[in-house]
């Protein structure tokens, strides 16, 4: 009976589910092996080689803006997560109250204003914040990311929240354990791996933002993708397919290792 | 001597929106023997967990005191209670062993590790499950999980050990040899068991004492015999095993007897607990198995309308001359039938003590 009504066998299923990957992941492709390009030009194949890789790496411009990139999603992602973790004990441990659904649209807002909005919002705010103070660090960056980070990090964590068997923190109090030492031994070790999934959420989410980022930055503080975005504007070489490429793999480095530590944790 | 656990006046309102709120226990009050085997029984929605959860700590009364060996522990969080629970999920942490789910109480207590370490073995050998102490609690079968449920809640050596409907999820086989062991266990350790149930069959088998509860109240505390053979009410005769009952007047009553008149002028003598006015209108309880079937006149007279075969017993359902259907259970022999057929007529005896008048 359930094999007649698997989706698999819907007529075209097969054809549509090709064609789906195909436009996903042509054009990737098409960059990474472009990547490999020996010739000055995108289009023009010429033959395999390393090179944009070695002037890609030789870049000071290109090593500086990955590092940036990388200690802002690193600063940004785990504050992001700690608050999503905290808000989302706060709103799954307690009785259903009036406004608590509204607390839900409040702590999501950057997943529904447009991201420009925010970006347009934060430039004219920080700019005044930066005559009166006169600092001018990575410190808006990083707290811009924090803030668009918090509800990528906070469903996740909120779905294993919920999934839990609250009988669970019960048999922990009935076992004379106080509420701190049941959050540490019982509610703690259940939600690591929402917390993982939310604090790699956070961090690809931060390492490729580019709006935000854009409108936020002082000068000389160019993230990874706001430098290409800089370079795409003079004219692109294959540096630009290798420095993707060379993110591509990291990121799916980075999410591949957080999955196997998630899951381990299961 | 002084109970384990009282209950002095307990309520228990959970204020709902609006103007419903629900009294889940109204001004209950029972005390439970140190050392019992002590049973909340009633139908789902009676109170009986709403009391357990009490004890336990996971929740607090609107009103009354909840006495622990004397003291009231009414506000104390469940964490400083000596009372431990089983369960209905069992609630074993998964995210640990066997071992270290039945050690965990003790831990939490800050006892010392060598301790812990000989209780824990102590305790998996009290549940037969010293092979599996290293395994998670995901890799074992549900009867084993009900085990090592156990095995935690004894480990801190409570003072009141709760029972919430703990055996409602194993199958009846594994249901009756965990009836067996949970007596066992009670005995073993000496603690007072407090359990919650709803199968009346379960309640009588195992229990000391019995509390029948119904709508937020507690109807009788008795023990098996009690509450099966004396119900004080008749809630209590209709949800404790099967019952016949036939409405009737009360012509003459006192010294705890009575003699009552059917609708169909059979007259009935019954025990009557409570008093009862001559002329009032009452109810008889009898069970099935204190009636006889007997060809010619009885008590009663009716037609047989349907005989089931149980095994070990045959249950004959008799239209009555009034109306009802009365049902007369009778042991099997192996050689003979019941020795009835459907649509003949038939009498139906009932002895001295077998009746027996209720509060409506």
């Known amino acids: ?266 | 001597m002084r109970p384990a656990v009282e209950a002095k006046g307990v309520t228990r309102v959970f204020r709902g929106t609006g103007q419903d709120s629900v009294r889940a226990l109204d001004n209950v009050s029972v005390a439970i023997r140190e050392n019992e085997f002590f049973t909340l029984l009633g139908p789902s929605g009676c109170g009986k967990t709403t009391l357990l959860r009490l004890i336990a700590g996971f929740d607090f009364p609107t009103d009354g005191e909840i006495l622990l060996y004397g003291q009231d522990i009414a506000p104390l969080p469940p964490f400083k209670r000596p009372v431990n629970t089983v369960f209905q999920s069992y609630a074993l942490f998964p995210h640990m062993t066997v071992a270290d789910n039945i050690g965990f109480g003790l831990k939490m207590l800050g006892r010392p590790k060598a301790e812990i370490e000989a209780r824990v073995d102590a305790m998996l050998k009290l549940v037969h499950m010293q092979e599996l102490k290293n395994r998670r609690t995901s890799q074992i079968s549900g009867g084993q999980q009900q085990r090592v449920a156990l095995a935690r809640a004894l480990a801190p050596q409570p003072k009141v050990l709760l029972l919430d409907e703990p055996l409602s999820a194993l199958d009846y086989k594994l249901r009756k040899e965990m009836q067996i062991e949970l007596k066992r266990l009670q005995h073993e350790t000496g603690i007072t068991f407090i359990f919650v149930t709803h199968d009346q069959e379960e309640a009588l088998t195992m229990s000391d004492r019995i509390a029948v509860m119904s709508s937020g109240n507690i109807l009788q505390v008795g023990t098996p015999w009690d509450v099966y053979d004396h119900p004080a009410e008749r809630f209590v005769a209709d949800f404790i095993g099967e019952t016949n009952f036939l409405t009737g007047t009360v012509e003459n009553a006192g010294n705890g007897q009575a003699q009552v008149a059917l609708r169909s002028g059979a007259k009935i003598r019954a025990i009557a607990a409570v008093d009862f006015r001559a002329g009032s209108n009452a109810t008889l309880m009898v069970r099935p198995e204190h009636a006889k079937l007997v060809k010619g006149r009885g008590d009663l007279g009716g037609i047989i309308e349907n005989i089931v075969y149980f095994g070990t017993d045959t249950h004959i359902h008799v239209r009555l001359d009034e109306g009802d259907v009365f049902m007369v259970r009778q042991q099997n022999s192996r050689s003979a039938g019941c020795g009835f057929e459907n649509g003949t007529r038939v009498g139906i005896s009932i002895g001295d003590d077998a009746a027996q008048l209720l509060k409506d």
Request: hydrophobic share 55%; proline share 4%; with cysteine.
């Open chain 1, 1 to 266: 009976m359930a094999k007649r009504f698997d989706v698999r066998r819907q007529n075209g299923f097969v054809s549509l589910a090709i064609l789906c990957f195909f436009l996903l992941y042509l054009p990737i492709a098409t960059l990474v092996v472009y990547a490999f390009n020996d010739n000055d030009s995108l289009a023009i194949w010429k033959g395999f080689s390393l090179r944009w890789f070695h002037v890609a790496w030789n870049n000071g411009l290109v090593i500086e803006s990955s590092i940036r990139s990388f200690q802002i999603a690193a600063v940004a992602a785990l504050l992001a997560t700690i608050s999503a973790t905290m808000a989302a004990l706060a709103t799954t441990r307690t009785k259903p109250y009036r406004g608590l659904t509204f607390k839900y649209a409040f702590i999501n807002q950057p997943l529904m204003v447009p991201e420009i909005v925010t970006a347009v919002a934060l430039l004219i705010v920080f700019s005044r914040i930066k005559i009166w103070t006169g600092y001018s660090g990575l410190g808006y960056l990083i707290a811009a990311h924090t803030a668009f980070c918090v509800p990528f990090a906070y469903l996740p964590i909120r779905a294993r929240l919920e999934s839990m068997d609250l009988a669970l923190e019960t048999a922990a109090a009935d076992l004379y354990a106080t509420k701190w030492k049941t959050f540490l031994h019982v509610t703690l070790p259940l939600l690591w791996p929402g917390i993982l999934a939310g604090l790699m959420l956070a961090f690809v989410v931060s390492l490729d933002d580019v709006v935000i980022t854009e409108f936020v930055k002082s000068g000389g503080q160019d993230t990874l993708p706001t430098y290409m975005l800089g370079q795409i504007r003079r004219g692109v070489t294959p540096e630009i397919n290798a420095i993707s490429t060379a993110f591509l793999v990291l990121s799916i480095g980075i999410v591949t290792a957080f999955f196997f530590v998630s899951r381990k944790r299961t």
